[in-house]
C-alpha cells in the first residue's frame, strides 16, 4: 500500500513515459486548459439574468455564483453579481467590502436607494461587479412582508439600473430558502440556475423548488425557466457521484451542463483570499471546470436578443 501525494500543481514526467491515472489527469488537465486559451466569446444583447438558487445549504450555490461570475468576466463579459444572501459570503469571495455600515442591497430593497449607489467592482477585474449584501439584510426577509410591491423590489431596481448601466450576465446569489428574498430574485431574473451536491440526498427538496419556480411563472414572472444546472463537489472515485450525476441528467437532459465541477481544495480555500478560483489558482482544476461550464452557459440557451459566438473549441471533460 502506498499513498500518491495528488498536487494540482505537479506536472506529469511525461519524458520518462511516466503513464499514472495522476500523469493522465495532469495531462488531460493541461490540454482542458491549452483549448480554453484559444476559446473567443462575443456578448452582445441584453443582459442574460440568472438566479443561482437551491433552498438546500451548501450545495455550492455562491462558490458557483462567483466563479461563473469571474470566468465569464475573464472571456471578456461585463458582468454583475448580486449579493442576496446575509451571509455576504459572494462579497466576501469578490473581495468587496460588505461591513455593517456598506451600502447595500438591503438599501435597495427597503429604502428603494438605487443599485447604481451600492455597486462596488471586484479588485478582480474591472468587468466584474458585485451589489454587496450586509447582515442588514437578515432581516429585510421580515421587513419586506409590508412593504409595497414587496415581489417586485429587485425587478424595478435591476431594470433601471441596466437602463443606464448595460452588462451582458447579471448573477443573483440567493440564500438557502424559499422566501421573499428568493422570490425577488426569481421575480428579477429569466433563468434559474441550479447547482447540485453530488451526494446521496441531491434531488430532494428539488421538486419544492421546481414547484415555486411554476408558481412564480404564474403569477409573478412568465419568463422565468430553469436553464442551468451544474453538477458540484464531483468526486470521481466514488460510485454514488456517477449514480447521482446520471440521475440528474436523466431527470433533465437539457438544462444540466456537460462540464461538471469536481470536489476540490482550492476552491474551497480561494474565499478565505478574498478571492475566486479563478484568481486565486487559475490552472486548477476547479478554476478550469467553471472556465468550461462559463462557455457552456454563454454559448448554450442565449436567448435571440442576446447572442453569444464562441469560437474555438472546449471539449468537457468526462470527470
Ligand atoms: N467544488 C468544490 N470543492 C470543494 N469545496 C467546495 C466546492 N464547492 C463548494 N465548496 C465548499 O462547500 C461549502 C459550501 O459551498 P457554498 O458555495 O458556500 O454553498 P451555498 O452557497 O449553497 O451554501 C463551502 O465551504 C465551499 O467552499
Ligand atoms: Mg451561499
Not at 178 to 194: D, H, M, P, R, W
Not at 197 to 210: D, I, K, R
Not at 268 to 276: H, K, M, R, V, W
Request: proline content about 5%; hydrophobic content about 40%.
Amino acid at each position: 500500500m502506498f499513498h500518491v501525494k495528488q498536487s494540482e500543481k505537479q506536472t506529469p514526467n511525461s519524458a520518462f513515459g511516466v503513464d499514472t491515472p495522476l500523469a493522465r489527469e495532469l495531462a488531460d488537465l493541461s490540454a482542458r486548459r491549452r483549448r480554453l486559451e484559444s476559446v473567443e466569446l462575443q456578448f452582445a444583447g441584453d443582459a442574460r439574468v440568472l438566479t443561482v438558487s437551491n433552498q438546500k445549504g451548501g450545495v455550492g450555490k455562491t462558490t458557483t455564483a462567483v466563479n461563473i461570475a469571474s470566468a465569464l468576466a475573464s472571456f471578456g463579459a461585463k458582468v454583475l453579481v448580486i449579493d442576496l444572501d446575509p451571509q455576504g459570503n459572494a462579497s466576501t469571495a469578490l473581495g468587496v467590502p460588505h461591513s455593517a455600515d456598506t451600502a447595500s442591497i438591503y438599501d435597495v430593497l427597503i429604502d428603494e436607494m438605487p443599485l447604481a449607489d451600492i455597486v462596488q467592482q471586484s479588485p478582480e477585474s474591472e468587468s466584474l461587479l458585485c451589489a454587496p449584501s450586509t447582515i442588514h439584510l437578515a432581516g429585510a426577509e421580515i421587513e419586506l412582508v409590508s412593504q409595497v410591491a414587496r415581489e417586485h423590489r429587485l425587478r424595478r431596481a435591476l431594470d433601471q439600473y441596466l437602463s443606464e448601466n448595460p452588462v451582458d450576465f447579471v448573477i443573483i446569489d440567493c440564500p438557502p430558502s424559499l422566501g421573499l428574498l428568493t422570490i425577488n430574485a426569481f421575480t428579477a431574473a429569466s433563468e434559474v440556475f441550479i447547482p447540485i451536491q453530488c451526494e446521496y440526498y441531491a434531488l430532494e427538496g428539488l421538486s419544492q423548488l421546481l414547484g415555486s419556480i411554476q408558481m412564480i411563472q404564474k403569477h409573478l414572472n412568465p419568463d422565468l425557466h430553469l436553464s442551468t444546472i451544474l453538477l458540484t463537489m464531483y468526486d470521481g472515485r466514488t460510485r454514488l457521484a456517477q449514480q447521482v450525476a446520471d440521475e440528474v441528467r436523466s431527470h433533465f437532459p437539457n438544462q444540466v451542463l456537460d462540464t461538471v465541477i469536481p470536489r476540490s481544495v482550492r476552491v474551497s480555500e480561494a474565499p478565505s483570499f478574498g478571492q475566486t478560483v479563478i484568481a486565486y489558482d487559475g490552472a486548477s482544476a476547479g478554476a478550469i471546470a467553471y472556465r468550461e461550464a462559463a462557455v457552456e452557459i454563454a454559448s448554450n440557451g442565449a436567448p435571440d436578443t442576446h447572442r453569444t459566438i464562441a469560437s474555438g473549441q472546449t471539449q468537457s471533460k468526462e470527470n
